[in-house]
């Protein structure tokens, strides 16, 4: 486990990204390629994109992972960086991004059993 991971602690990282008008199909395409790799990743414990009803070219990603340390090693590998020249193609910089630490979960696909 590593160091900055507790036991049974969870990290969240939350960025709101936002996308040239007309780039959202070409960003959400890129974006499950980039989740479908991420799955394999040690650490890596789950991923939701979603898309405010009001801001259609906005997308809200959360990411969630047992330690930062396994985000910034998977930041490294050749399917993160490919994918995020084109996610970076479609975004009007800079996404602004914030990373959580878990206080309190209940989330019934976390339960054990």
């Given at each position: 486990?590593s160091?900055?991971?507790?036991?049974?602690?969870?990290?969240?990282?939350?960025?709101?990204?936002?996308?040239?008008?007309?780039?959202?199909?070409?960003?959400d395409?890129?974006?499950?390629?980039?989740?479908?790799?991420?799955?394999?990743?040690?650490?890596?414990?789950g991923?939701?994109?979603?898309?405010?009803v009001s801001?259609?070219?906005?997308?809200?990603v959360?990411?969630?992972?047992?330690?930062?340390?396994?985000?910034?090693?998977?930041?490294?590998?050749?399917?993160?960086?490919?994918?995020k020249?084109?996610?970076?193609?479609?975004?009007?910089?800079?996404?602004?991004?914030?990373?959580?630490?878990?206080?309190?979960?209940?989330?019934?696909?976390?339960?054990?059993?």
């Open positions: 486990m160091e900055d991971a507790r036991q049974g602690e969870i990290f969240q990282v939350i960025g709101r990204f936002n996308l040239r008008p007309g780039a959202e199909a070409a960003w395409a890129a974006f499950r390629e980039r989740i479908e790799a991420a799955t394999s990743a040690p650490g890596w414990l991923v939701a994109s979603w898309a405010p801001e259609p070219s906005q997308r809200i959360i990411g969630r992972w047992r330690a930062r340390t396994d985000f910034d090693t998977w930041t490294q590998t050749e399917s993160y960086i490919r994918t020249e084109i996610l970076d193609s479609c975004q009007t910089p800079p996404p602004d991004i914030e990373w959580f630490r878990s206080v309190a979960i209940l989330d019934k696909a976390l339960a054990p059993g």
